[in-house]
């Protein structure tokens, strides 16, 4: 399988982490979408990433389908998200939040590595921050809910804890100005826990802007 993406981006590095925490061999394309926009299109016509080639040739685009594949061929005694029940529901709430807090610090991202200066809107950038810190919050005060437990849901690592880990080590690492650790500690701690793991070691990368700015 080849993997296409650089692991800066969060939807990618979700999809890598949860391969290699499944044993999943795959041929990793460290492609940016700014720079290789034209090659990653030759496989999906949304030039967009993570995109899964299987090898049959096969296309998977956009990281909940993939996700959803990964968990689907180990089967449900392997698969990262619980099968049913209360802990489905909150690994999935705990991961649409932490999502959604990517694509609004990626938003931000892109206002400032593909629009001129002069075309930046302020107020477009303060909802996506806003819409950010909402969700953050809400992730933090479910953190501080779990008291001694460090796993998101049930007693083992699941997607939640690793979507979660990863937006958020996205957007402190690519919104350094916004100190994310020091507004949401106990989510920090969490996630500076997770980030010792071998599959998140392997993965973790510098931000790369976009737009080479
Ligand atoms: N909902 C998508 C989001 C993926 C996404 O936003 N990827 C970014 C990189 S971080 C991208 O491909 N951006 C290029 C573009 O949308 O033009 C997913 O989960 O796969």
């Given at each position: 399988?080849?993997?296409?993406?650089m692991?800066?981006?969060p939807?990618?590095r979700?999809?890598a982490?949860?391969?290699?925490?499944l044993?999943?061999g795959?041929?990793?394309?460290?492609?940016?979408?700014?720079?290789?926009?034209?090659?990653?299109?030759?496989?999906?016509p949304?030039?967009?990433?993570?995109?899964?080639?299987?090898?049959?040739?096969?296309?998977?685009?956009?990281?909940?389908?993939?996700?959803?594949?990964?968990?689907?061929?180990?089967g449900?005694?392997?698969a990262?998200?619980?099968?049913?029940?209360?802990e489905?529901?909150?690994?999935?709430?705990?991961?649409?939040?932490?999502?959604g807090?990517?694509?609004k610090?990626?938003?931000?991202i892109?206002?400032?590595a593909?629009r001129?200066?002069?075309?930046?809107?302020?107020?477009?950038?303060?909802r996506?921050?806003?819409?950010?810190?909402?969700?953050?919050?809400?992730?933090?005060?479910?953190c501080?809910?779990?008291?001694?437990?460090?796993w998101?849901?049930?007693?083992?690592l699941?997607?939640?804890d690793i979507?979660?880990?990863?937006?958020?080590?996205?957007?402190?690492?690519?919104l350094?100005a916004?100190?994310l650790?020091?507004?949401?500690?106990?989510?920090?701690?969490?996630?500076?826990?997770?980030?010792t793991?071998?599959?998140?070691?392997?993965?973790?990368?510098?931000?790369?802007?976009?737009?080479g700015?």
């Amino acid at each position: 399988m080849l993997l296409i993406g650089m692991f800066d981006s969060p939807f990618v590095r979700r999809v890598a982490i949860s391969m290699q925490w499944l044993d999943m061999g795959y041929e990793h394309a460290d492609w940016s979408v700014g720079r290789d926009f034209d090659r990653i299109r030759q496989h999906n016509p949304l030039g967009r990433v993570p995109t899964l080639v299987l090898d049959d040739g096969e296309v998977l685009a956009e990281s909940a389908a993939i996700l959803d594949y990964l968990d689907d061929r180990v089967g449900p005694a392997r698969a990262l998200l619980p099968a049913g029940g209360r802990e489905r529901r909150q690994a999935l709430q705990q991961m649409a939040l932490a999502i959604g807090a990517a694509e609004k610090g990626r938003e931000q991202i892109y206002e400032r590595a593909f629009r001129p200066p002069e075309k930046r809107h302020e107020p477009w950038l303060q909802r996506c921050r806003s819409q950010m810190h909402g969700a953050l919050g809400t992730i933090e005060r479910y953190c501080e809910g779990l008291g001694a437990r460090s796993w998101l849901v049930g007693s083992a690592l699941s997607q939640a804890d690793i979507t979660v880990s990863c937006a958020f080590t996205f957007l402190r690492e690519s919104l350094r100005a916004d100190d994310l650790s020091a507004r949401y500690p106990r989510l920090a701690a969490l996630v500076d826990l997770r980030e010792t793991l071998a599959a998140f070691k392997n993965t973790h990368t510098p931000f790369f802007s976009p737009g080479g700015q």
